[in-house]
């Protein structure tokens, strides 16, 4: 059974990086074969895909955010992590990691971590 | 972009259909899925591409497709159900996109 689980700091201040990580057990990142996303919801609101990762480093990221955003992985620690530049109180959302299948779907998910963008 | 569009709440009694929608001009040729998400709790996969159905969901889940418009199907709906539902395609370059989700309530 794989699971993930997100990692980080729930409070970042303005203009600054928003950077999480994503520990996956259960299976291996380098074993191929899936992508590895991130999602996150506003408060409330619905879900947005922000990108994701190959074990091989490629990565495909949303369009409306791909000028701040920066997905990374480490296969030996089998994790992979976001980072997204000059946020704003806009940015404040739980942020979910996820497996993501090819075919464009997500099946397993982390719990989620809530990051808040305030001075 | 492309937009997948969901109506905001559904209402239905215990026992009976619950039917979702979701419309987006490209689900003809990109599948949907699925998600229930209840509240403090990450999205589960309930459907996936259109109208197969996980191991361990129940099968009273069930997904259909007809031109731009996909649906999702909860027969027997019991108070369990009551959470927020989610579609999710991709579109042809591989963006993932999600409908903006509607709130499923239980009478």
Known sequence: QVQLQESGPGLVKPS???????????????????YWSWIRQHPGKGLEWIGY??????????????????????TSKNQFSLKLSSVTAADTAVY???????????????????????? | ?????????????????????????????????????????????????????????PERFSGSSSGTTVTLT???VQAEDEADYYCQSADSSGTRVFGGGTKLTVL
């Open chain 2, 1 to 57: 972009s492309y937009e997948l569009t969901q109506p905001p709440s559904v209402s239905v009694s215990p026992g009976q259909t619950a039917r979702i929608t979701c419309s987006g001009d490209a689900l003809p040729k990109q599948y949907a899925y699925w998600y229930q998400q209840k509240p403090g709790q990450a999205p589960v996969l309930v459907i996936y591409k259109d109208s197969e159905r996980p191991s361990g969901i």
């Open chain 1, 53 to 74: 990762i190959y074990y091989s480093g490629s990565t495909y990221y949303n369009p409306s955010l791909k000028s701040r955003v920066t997905i990374s992985v480490d």
């Open chain 2, 74 to 76: 909860i027969s027997g």
């Open chain 1, 96 to 119: 979910y990691c996820a497996r993501d299948i090819p075919e464009g779907y997500f099946d397993y998910w982390g719990q989620g971590t809530l990051v808040t963008v305030s001075s």
């Open chain 1, 16 to 34: 600054q990086t928003l950077s999480l990580t994503c520990t996956v057990s259960g299976g291996s990142i380098s074993s191929g074969g899936y």
